[in-house]
């Protein structure tokens, strides 16, 4: 749900993963592979893309 979710926002927003990556503060491929469901990711780094999208962390897990 996570992944796709993600995915959803960021496309909402038009922003490429490049631009998420930057505003959230992480790295483009470690959020590449959050996205494809290949990486594991901290309640930290969730609440950081969830900053940097303007979106309530729940939003993204639910």
Known sequence: ?????LRVFR???GWSQER???EAG???T???AVERSEQ???VDNIARLADAM???????IK
């Open 1 to 5: 749900m996570l992944a796709r979710n």
């Open 11 to 13: 496309a909402e927003h």
């Open 20 to 22: 998420l990556a930057h």
């Open 26 to 28: 992480l790295n483009r």
């Open 30 to 32: 470690y959020l590449s």
């Open 40 to 42: 594991n990711i901290s």
């Open 54 to 60: 303007g979106v309530e962390a729940w939003l993204l």
